[in-house]
């Protein structure tokens, strides 16, 4: 058994078969041959110890030749590995006597010796596993070819363990077979932990490399509550995450019965729930869990879910079935944010620095034909329900102006060809710039509403990505920094008295709610899945015992303080929530 230490994402425990896509994305599943098949399976392995054999014979002369023979040597100690009769009987017994694939029993007998050979601490001979996964690869790669299949093809439950996956990948996962997943890198805000809780699925990313450590068909349990991996558990450890997953069960048709009452306070201030939505299909999720509307649709998924760009008509059907499902009650489309690491194909290369780059209500306006068919199919779907239009990522009192300037546009065009719309659609603005707080006072003015995106927030105030593991420790909602810029625009807006949201992740974690309502915030949009867990502890607590809690948490200098006081205080209010 081993454990891993990871990000926890998505929360939730699954018990289940690994699933390894490797860098080269190989797939390794445990696969039996049938028996009448063994020996065509044998010769199949044959070929592709032969085709290894001849490549690196290849490489080792062609190096020699250029470089000399002491760099030939290299593929000399592969070919001799490869050569090794003992290997090549193990991995032929595992297909012959235990009828595994050639592919599982060449990765699982490798890995094995690797695991050996890291064991051995430092030095040369520890070194030697890096050799043992090239001739992995190699064997794989002739033995795969053209076989190599893709997640998508999955057919059979399967968590799905991989060094990195970008959130179009997890956008189309096979939400059927799926189960949860990890990855070595990656961080706590990343949209691919965004994608894994719309999906409702355990995961848990940043854990660092281990794929070296494991192989297709293994017992793993992924722990989206504490950022945990466990490979091939014991039964003490099966045992207690049974109890776990049951105790998941019984939770969660207890919150069940919240769903008909609303997120009111002991002292009946009524707070306004949202769902956050990457998929039309997740309005379901809402009204299941009582959503009083849609505080951010990411409509950019419709564009990284897709083969080929929606066109208007494509994108009005998705945002009149949202519309429609969730009646009258208030729908927030966000126009396009992709760019950063929602980049299409055609941009990935284009883009150096791309959190800074050409992302967004940027990439909108600089594109206006993609910019205004979505505004378009938005507009005209206005007169199916309470739509409001959101800008992201605005940073400039004069993008705000260009983008609505945008928008009156596209109404004018559309009165020209007599189409109906409602004119009075509500525009408001992201605020995830450090700038747009600065500037608040400014851009209070111009809008009927503002939702903070504390994703993008954090990352820009502290200088952190927010997708990468190796920084996730200061990739905090916690921080006084951040606290500051959220309080000075809870203010602004309150001064103005207009709708304030906070729709990044931070408002789906119970640590903050507290803190959030005593700030003044009575609106939050939270993934699906959170809203029950929030509005429980929105009913066990009064709005003058939020104050306290965040006067004081304002007064506090660092990170790690804020936060342990804030979970100190909601085990007051809920002793029974494991935390
Ligand atoms: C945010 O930045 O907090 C936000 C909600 O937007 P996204 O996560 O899509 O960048
Ligand atoms: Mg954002």
Do not use: W
Request: net charge negative; proline share 4%; charged share 25%.
């Amino acid at each position: 058994m081993q454990k891993l230490q990871g990000i926890a994402v998505s929360p939730g425990v699954v018990i289940g078969e690994a699933f390894v896509m490797d860098t080269e994305g190989f797939r390794i599943p445990r696969r039996f041959v049938p028996l009448a098949a063994v020996e065509e399976e044998l010769q199949r392995l044959e070929r592709a110890f032969a085709a290894a054999a001849d490549e690196i014979g290849g490489h080792r002369d062609a190096v020699a030749r250029e470089l000399g023979r002491q760099y030939g040597a290299i593929f000399e100690a592969h070919l001799q590995m490869l050569r090794d009769p003992q290997l090549r009987e193990e991995i032929e017994q595992a297909v012959r006597e235990r009828n595994y694939s050639p592919e599982f029993a060449v990765s699982r007998t490798l890995r094995r010796y690797a695991k050996v050979f890291q064991s051995l601490e430092s030095g040369p001979m520890a070194e030697r596993a890096a050799d043992i996964f090239d001739i992995e690869k190699r064997l794989l790669r002739h033995l795969l070819g053209r076989r190599r299949e893709g997640i998508a093809h999955l057919t059979s439950p399967a968590l799905i363990l991989a060094h990195n996956l970008t959130p179009s990948e997890t956008a189309n996962l096979n939400r059927k077979f799926v189960r949860g997943f990890v990855t070595e890198i990656g961080g706590a805000g990343s949209h691919t932990a965004i994608v894994a809780e719309a999906l409702e699925i355990p995961a848990v990313v940043g854990v660092g490399p281990f794929l070296a450590e494991v192989s297709g068909g293994e017992r793993v349990i992924i722990d989206g509550d504490q950022g945990l991996v466990i490979l091939q558990p014991d039964q003490e450890t099966l045992d207690h995450y049974c109890r776990v997953v049951e105790r998941h069960r019984s939770d969660a048709l207890q919150l069940e019965g919240l769903r008909q009452l609303p997120a009111e306070t002991v002292d009946g201030a009524r707070i306004q729930l949202h769902g956050n939505i990457e998929f039309p299909h997740e309005v379901e999720h809402c009204l299941e869990r009582g959503a009083d509307g849609i505080g951010l649709y990411r409509t950019e998924f419709l564009y990284l879910g897709a083969a080929t760009e929606p066109d208007e008509e494509a994108q009005y059907q998705a945002y009149a079935g949202v519309l429609k499902a969730m009646g009258d009650k208030p729908v927030v489309i966000r126009t396009l944010d992709l760019g950063a690491d929602k980049l299409t194909a055609a941009q990935a290369d284009l883009e150096r620095n791309p959190f800074l780059g050409l992302r967004s209500i940027r990439l909108s306006l600089r594109n206006l034909p993609m910019f205004r068919t979505q505004l378009r199919a938005i507009v005209r779907a206005s007169v199916l329900g309470d739509v409001r239009i959101m800008f992201p990522l605005i940073s400039t009192v004069l993008e705000l102006r260009q983008a609505k300037m945008v928008l009156a546009d596209v109404m004018e065009d559309l009165e020209e060809h007599g189409l109906p719309f409602r004119r009075d659609i509500k525009i408001g603005m992201m605020v995830e710039v450090p700038s747009a707080v600065i500037l608040i006072d400014h851009f209070v003015e111009e809008v009927d509403f503002l939702s903070i995106g504390t994703n993008d927030l954090i990352q820009y105030t502290l200088a952190v990505d927010r997708n990468n593991n190796e920084v996730a420790g200061l990739y905090t909602a916690s921080d006084p920094a951040v606290l500051r810029l959220i309080d000075m625009a809870v203010k602004a807006a309150g001064k103005r008295q207009k709708p304030i949201n906070l729709c990044g992740q931070m408002s789906g974690s119970p640590t903050y709610t507290m803190l959030l309502l005593g700030m003044g915030f009575r609106q939050f949009s939270v993934a699906p899945s959170a809203i029950p867990e929030i509005k429980r502890i929105c009913r066990s607590l009064t709005i003058s015992q939020c104050e306290a809690v965040a006067s004081r948490a304002m007064t506090l200098e660092n990170a790690r303080d804020i936060k342990s006081y804030l979970k100190e205080e909601l085990k007051k209010v809920l002793p029974e929530r494991a935390n």
